[in-house]
């Protein structure tokens, strides 16, 4: 099942999307229509999820506000104490938002699939990954990686941006948690929508160094 909207000002991938998914564990309970099991009792516990839930839709809130809503047709949770490398497991796709104090939109990221693993606080996400900035950008690429540590999204897969008219195509892809200052490694193509005509590449940068210099 494929998790598909229609988005208008929304903005890009949640920085918090990992406190998101823990405190959707604590207030899973709470949520109406989804269905929790239990897994408990096998040997083999390493091909078998210590929890799953499915249809989760999920309001979370932060200090009182609430501040994400999180969609996942299954989720699977592998992280018994004899797991050596826990981790999560979205294989029908994933959907989260952030609002801002008003309850307003102001980021998205959606995929076909999506995994965190929780040791190297890492989030994977494979198969039309749709995410969409602050300023009205939408990229697209086929995966996409977060890393919580670093606070660096990057991406080695052909990726597509489109910036009002303009539609910039490339491979390789680094950027700030809220892309907002990001470098693609190799630019095969920057045109306009109306014209569709190649123009000059004006995304060239020295050094990736100088371009991802201040993203933290």
Known sequence: ????????????????????????????????????????????????????????NTLISDSGITRYRIEAPAWYMYESEKTENPYWYFPEGLYVEQFDTLFATETMIEGDTAIYYKKPQ?????????????EGKKFDTQQLFWDQKSR???????????????????VGFRSNEQITKYVILRTTGIFTIERDTVQPDTMAVDTIGDALEGFE
């Open 152 to 170: 660096q999204i990057y991406s080695d897969s052909a990726i597509r941006i489109m910036d009002g008219e303009e539609v910039i195509e490339g």
């Open 122 to 134: 890492l989030w994977r996400l494979d198969g039309n990954v749709h995410i969409e900035n602050v």
């Open 1 to 56: 099942m494929k998790i598909s909207r229609s988005y208008k000002g929304f903005s890009l991938w949640s920085t918090r999307i990992a406190s998101v998914a823990l405190c959707c564990v604590i207030f899973l309970a709470a949520c109406s229509g989804e269905k929790t099991e239990v897994v408990e009792g096998y040997e083999n516990v390493d091909s078998l999820p210590s929890l799953y839930t499915r249809d989760v």
